[in-house]
C-alpha cells in the first residue's frame, strides 16, 4: 500500500484529500504545519507528498529544501509562473493550482508513484566525473580514487544523492550523524573544505558550491 502524506493547514482540504486516498487504496497520513511536517518526516518515509505553500511557521518554500527522496506535489492557491518555475526548480516534481480537480489530481499521483517505482536502485551514485559506490565506500574523480574520512564520505554521498538540491547545514548534520558521530555544526565548515580540497587536488573541479545562509549543493 503506498502511503502519502498531506501537509496542509486547511482541514477541509486536507479531510476531502485523506477520504479520497483512503477511498483510493493509499494509506495517509497528515501535517498541519510545516514545523510539525519535518517532525512527521523524521519517523516515516511516505511514498509521495501532497505539500500547500501557505502554511503555518515554516512554509512550503522552506521545507522543500529540506525534502529528499521522496516525490512532492505542490498543492497551492498560487498561480504565478514564476512560483511554479522556482518551486519545480526547486525540488518538486509536480505543481497544481487550487481549486483542483480531483481526478486531475489523482492522476497526476499515479503519473508520479509509476515514475518513482521504475527508478532503479543503484549502489553507484555519479555526478560529473565523481562516481561514488555505496557497496564499497569508495570514491573517484575523473576515474582517480580519492581517500575520504567517514565523515567527508558521509557529506559527499549525502549531496550525490539529492543533487539537484540544496541540503541545509542543519539537515546535513542531521541525515550524516546515522554514518558519523564526529561532525558537529562548528566542525562542519572544516570537513566540507578538506572534501573539496581533495576533490579538487584530483581533477581541479570545485564540485560543492557554498549558497550563503542556506547550505550545501553540488555544482560542476
Known amino acids: 500500500m503506498k502511503h502519502i502524506l498531506i501537509i496542509d493547514d486547511d482541514i477541509y482540504i486536507g479531510n476531502m484529500l485523506e477520504e479520497v486516498l483512503i477511498k483510493e487504496g493509499f494509506q495517509v497520513s497528515r501535517a498541519y504545519s510545516g514545523t510539525e511536517a519535518l517532525l512527521v518526516l523524521s519517523s516515516i518515509h511516505p511514498d509521495l507528498i501532497l505539500l500547500d505553500l501557505m502554511l503555518p511557521g515554516l512554509n512550503g518554500e522552506d ?6 527522496d521522496i516525490p512532492v506535489i505542490v498543492v497551492s492557491a498560487k498561480v504565478d ?27 497526476r499521483i499515479t503519473v508520479q508513484l509509476r515514475i518513482a517505482s521504475r527508478q532503479p536502485v543503484s549502489n553507484v551514485l555519479t555526478f560529473a566525473d565523481l562516481t561514488l559506490n555505496t557497496d564499497t565506500h569508495t570514491v573517484s574523480a575523473n576515474n582517480v580514487p580519492v581517500k575520504l574520512t567517514r565523515t567527508e564520505y558521509a557529506i559527499l554521498k549525502l549531496l550525490m544523492q539529492n543533487p539537484t538540491q540544496v541540503i541545509t547545514k542543519s539537515l546535513l548534520l542531521d541525515r550524516i550523524s546515522e554514518d558519523t558521530p564526529d561532525c558537529t555544526d562548528s566542525s562542519l565548515k572544516m570537513h566540507i573544505s578538506n572534501l573539496r580540497k581533495k576533490l579538487r587536488e584530483v581533477s581541479e573541479q570545485d564540485y560543492i558550491e557554498a549558497v550563503w545562509g542556506i547550505g550545501f549543493k553540488l555544482s560542476c
Open 63 to 68: 521545507i522543500l529544501p529540506q525534502i529528499t
Open 81 to 107: 509562473t514564476a512560483d511554479k518555475v522556482d518551486l519545480l526548480l526547486g525540488g518538486a516534481v509536480d505543481y497544481i493550482t487550487k481549486p483542483f480537480d480531483i481526478k486531475e489530481l489523482l492522476a
